[in-house]
C-alpha cells in the first residue's frame, strides 16, 4: 500500500518540488496540495490522506491550525510539519498542536521519505537541529525542576523514553536495548499513559523539556 500525501505548502514553486520530487518514490502517492488552511481542510476531509506535509507559515495563516483541525478527523490523519522555521517557539506550538514529525527544509529527499513512512507508520520524528534548538533555549532560561510524572516512571521506561527522544524508531529502541518491537511498544504505551500523554512527540518533547541535562549527556557519550 502505498502512503498517501497531501502537500500543503502557500508557495506553488515549493509544492512543484516536492511533488516532483516526492513522486520518484514508489511508496509515495501525492493525493493533493493546499496552499491555505481553509483549502488543506477542504482537501483533507475529501481525499483522507495518510500523511499531510505541511509549512508553519500559510501565508498570514498559520499551519498549527490545520494541525489542531486534522486531529478532530475520524479518519487518524498524520502530520509532518516541513518548514525552514528552526526556531524552539514554532517547535513546541506545533508539537502542541498535535503535529508528529518537524523536519527542516534542508534535509535531502531520501532522509525526507524515511520521516514520512515513519510518521506514516505511528513514529515520531524531530530534526536534530530543532533538538539542538529547544535544548539550548532550556539552558539559558535554567533546568526547570523535574516533574513527578517523570519520576513515576521505571528505569526501563525511562531509557525507551530517552532513547526515543533522541528520535530513534521502536525498531532501534530495540536492537539498542536488546527487545522486542512488541515490548518496547508496550513499554511506551504504559509511558503515555504514566505521562497522560497520547503522542510519541508529546511525550519525546515532555523529555526534552523537563530532563535537557540527561539528554545531553546521553548524546556526548554516543
Partial sequence: MKTRLLIVDDHQVVRIGLRTMLERFPQLEVVGEAGNVTDALDTARRIQPDVVLLDVRLGNESGFDVCRQLQLFEKDVHTLVLTSYADEEAVLQAIAAGADGYLLKEIGGDALVRAIEQVAAGQSVLDPAVTRSVLGRLKQGGSPQPEDKLQ???????????????????????????????????????????????????????????????????????
Avoid: C, W
Avoid at 166 to 181: F, R
Fill in 152 to 222: 513515576s516512571l521505571s528505569a526501563q521506561e525511562r531509557k525507551v523514553l530517552a532513547l526515543v527522544a533522541e528520535g530513534k524508531t521502536n525498531k532501534e529502541v530495540g536492537i539498542a536495548m536488546g527487545l522486542s518491537d512488541k515490548t518496547v511498544k508496550n513499554y511506551f504505551s504504559n509511558i503515555l499513559e504514566k505521562l497522560g500523554l497520547s503522542r510519541r512527540s508529546q511525550a519525546a518533547a515532555y523529555f526534552v523539556e523537563h530532563r535537557p541535562h540527561e539528554l545531553e549527556s546521553r548524546s556526548l557519550t554516543n
